[in-house]
């Protein structure tokens, strides 16, 4: 997957539970979340392109792409699903992406863990709190707290769901809690 869209020039990043075993606690999970750019306007040729590389899961691949913004694919037999992420936050997650090596000498690129942090808030579901829970965990101080601190409140102000800031919030008192009575 890396190196074909390496080589068609569609910047990615790798996020979700894969990136969860790089920065949080590791944990089984069954495919691979993958965000990709995708201007406004260039959905439908980033869409054909990924298409015409990846095996589609589902019949109308192209229509649900356009419709959810999630091209979902299968690579050497690995349920991958796309996200098309527009340009703004995206672009930064992409410039703030970190090249893992994966072995055998192949490295992709993940997304930094604040910004797995501030995916993980916005999406908010039980496992996206523990997966936050891990990542400040494992990373704790070594975490940019005021770059999440700061993507949160966008969202949040977007989003009009103060609850996505309260939740890496809840998470880092704690371990500022924890750490101070050691």
């Known amino acids: 997957m890396h190196r074909i869209l390496t080589e068609m020039g569609i910047p990615y990043v790798v996020i979700g539970g894969i990136a969860v075993q790089c920065w949080g606690e590791p944990r089984f999970t069954r495919d691979v979340d993958v965000t990709v750019l995708a201007p406004l ?5 980033v869409i054909r392109r990924i298409l015409a590389a990846f095996k589609p899961r589902i019949g109308d691949a192209l229509e649900f792409a356009l419709r959810n913004r999630v091209c979902l694919v299968e ?8 996200s098309l992420g527009l340009p703004g936050y995206e672009e930064e997650v992409m410039r703030r992406a970190i090249a893992y090596n ?5 490295t992709v690129q993940v997304c930094s863990p604040e910004d797995l942090v501030v995916h ?3 999406a908010g579901r039980p496992q996206d709190i523990q997966d936050i829970e891990g990542v400040v965990l ?3 101080d070594k975490l940019d707290v005021e770059y999440i601190r700061k993507w949160l ?4 102000f ?6 996505i800031s309260e939740r890496f919030e ?3 008192k704690k371990f500022v809690e924890d750490r101070e009575a050691r």
């Open 120 to 122: 993980k808030a916005v």
């Open 153 to 156: 409140r966008e969202f949040s």
């Open 170 to 172: 809840r998470v880092w």
């Open 75 to 82: 690579v050497r037999g690995t349920a991958v699903d796309i």
């Open 41 to 45: 306007g260039e959905e439908e040729d």
């Open 102 to 106: 994966v072995g055998g000498g192949r």
């Open 158 to 163: 977007v989003l009009e769901e103060p609850e």
């Open 138 to 140: 494992r990373q704790g």
